[in-house]
């Protein structure tokens, strides 16, 4: 299962039925689950973990040291999830002491060619990130979440559950949940209302997050106001929790 020119360490951790493919390179802190795919020229390093049936395509690298000037050979993790596609070229780093120390990709993630994932990020389930979407360190990613082509996001921003970007956007403030957003600078574009059909959202559910995003967006009302407005409709509408509880939660404020 292994190609003769790759470079296992022996104290690496691979599930039995792991491939790994022609010249790749895995280090000595890395452990692997069954199922998983590693193509060819695909190098893994430091203390990487990586779930089941994982297909890792060429020229990737995970696992590298982060791309910041504190890193100071901290023992930071990566750990990758089960049933994830990773296209050509992508490159994911390991946390920093400065946060949680982990960089964390979920479950049936479709991430495409060129996708960077920084230091400390924190990627949801069931994503999809078109080719060279980039996330700076510190990114907080929902689930089912549609980044689209060359969308780069500022780090420390948070990224709602079933959103979807343009391609080309330019990400500074938080996004939240079930919203289309797209542009440079960024700006909201209505909800992805064919996104929760698919994924089972009722009509009403759909209304309701509707309403939502006008009060939030459409009424002229200030942040606050909006958020105290969508509060009292969330008595009413449960699937407004996450949008309740992402606008209490965000930092950098959202996009407007």
Excluded at 5 to 11: A, D, L
Excluded at 62 to 69: A, F, M, R, T, V
Aim: glycine share 10%.
């Amino acid at each position: 299962m292994h190609h003769p020119t790759s470079i296992i360490h022996q104290n690496a951790r691979l599930a039995d039925d792991v491939e790994v493919g022609a010249y790749s390179v895995i280090g000595e802190n890395v452990e692997i689950g069954p199922g998983t795919v590693i193509g060819p020229h695909v190098v893994i390093s430091g203390h990487t973990r990586i779930g089941r049936n994982n297909r890792i395509f060429q020229f990737c690298s995970l696992g590298e040291i982060p791309q910041d000037k504190k890193y100071a050979n901290e023992p930071t993790r990566l750990e990758i999830g089960d049933h994830n596609t990773i296209r050509e070229f992508c490159t994911f780093n390991l946390g920093t002491a400065q946060d949680t120390g982990i960089t964390r990709l979920g479950n049936h993630n479709w991430i495409m060619a060129y996708v960077h994932l920084a230091h400390d990020c924190q990627v949801g389930d069931h994503t999809i990130f078109a080719n060279n979407s980039q996330l700076a360190g510190h990114v907080e990613v929902g689930d089912y979440a549609i980044l689209g082509g060359f969308t780069v996001v500022h780090q420390f921003v948070r990224i709602g559950a079933h959103i979807i970007t343009g391609m080309g956007t330019i990400l500074l403030q938080d996004v939240p949940p079930y919203v289309l957003a797209s542009g440079n600078p960024c700006a909201p574009h209505g909800i992805n209302s064919e996104g929760l059909k698919r994924r089972g959202f009722s009509s009403s559910a759909i209304m309701a997050i509707k309403r939502a995003y006008k009060t939030l967006y459409k009424s002229g009302m200030s942040l606050d106001d909006a958020k105290a407005a969508i509060r009292t409709q969330h008595i009413e509408h449960a699937e407004l929790l996450p949008l309740v509880e992402f606008l209490d939660a965000s930092q950098r404020g959202i996009i407007r």
